[in-house]
Every structure is written in C-alpha cells, then in structure tokens.
C-alpha cells in the first residue's frame, strides 16, 4: 500500500510518500521540504498559468490563490506562504497596499509584484514598502523562476541536487 500526503507546516509543504510492504516491515517515510507560494492575481488564466509554470518548473508549491489584494491578505495568514507573488491591478486593494499590510503582518515573507506596467515611480515605491522583486509580465516567465530561486536559497539548492 502506498499513498502521498501533502500537510502544512509553518509555511513549507511536507511531502511525505508512505509505502507498507505486506510483510509488516516499517514503513519509508521520504521527506522534501516544498516551499510555499500565495498567487494574487485578479485574472483566472494568469493564476492558473503561474501556477502550472511554479509547480512545474521550480521547487516551489502553491499552498493558495487570491483574486483580489483582502483576499491575498487573508489567504497569507492563513497559510504562511514563504512568498507572495501580487498582480499590481486588484480590487479591494491593489498589490502596493497588500504588500504594506502583508509586510506588517508577516515581516519574513518575501513579496513580488508582477505587473504589466512596471515604471520608476513603481519599482522605488515597490522598494520602500518591501518587496523584493518587481517584474513585467511581458518579461519572460524564466525570470519568475530565477528571482524565486534567488529568494528561497534552500530551495534552489535542493533542486539542483
């Protein structure tokens, strides 16, 4: 008998994979730590892309999705996502104003606004408030990937063994 279990803990994902052999032998327990991704983003497809793009391609796991800047905020607290990835443009509460309370309420994770206008004014203010990446969503999604990397070192390591 075998199954996969996917439990919370403390905003990393605990993978285990259990296999009992029938002659009572004790069991395999094979863990790898997962860490957490909140997507906010106010579009269904953009969520349900970057979603499939993380999971697939990072280490990462999204532990939840929010459509607008309160839902992201509540889901967050909820789940203690390692990172939160915001959409600049949302409704009650854009990706600026989420990011503050966010900040506040979580001081250790670690927050990227991906937006389809990135300007000057965006990226100091994105700055000042505490977010560790701005990106375009007309970048490419191979950048996504590196600055999620480069956010959780652990992570990135455990996928290159």
């Known amino acids: ?70 839902e992201a905020i509540e889901k967050a607290n909820e ?22 309370v966010l900040k506040r309420a979580i001081p250790g994770v670690r927050l990227i606004l991906f937006t389809m206008n990135v300007d000057g004014l965006g990226r100091s203010l994105a700055s000042a408030i505490g977010i560790d990446f701005v990106l375009s969503k007309e970048e490419s999604i191979t950048k996504l990937a590196e600055h999620l990397k480069s956010l959780i070192p652990v992570a990135a390591k455990e996928a290159s063994v």
């Open 79 to 100: 789940f203690l996502p390692d990172v939160v990835l915001l959409d600049l443009a949302m409704p009650n509460l854009n990706g600026v104003e989420a990011a503050s």
């Open 1 to 70: 008998m075998s199954g996969l279990r996917t439990t919370k803990q403390g905003g990393f994902y605990l993978q285990c994979s259990l296999y009992v052999r029938n002659d009572w032998t004790p069991a395999t327990l094979l863990l790898r730590f997962m860490p957490g991704v909140l997507i906010a983003d106010d579009n269904a497809n953009i969520r349900v892309l970057l979603r499939t793009f993380i999971e697939n391609q990072t280490p990462f796991k999204v532990c939840a999705e929010a459509s607008s800047g309160v």
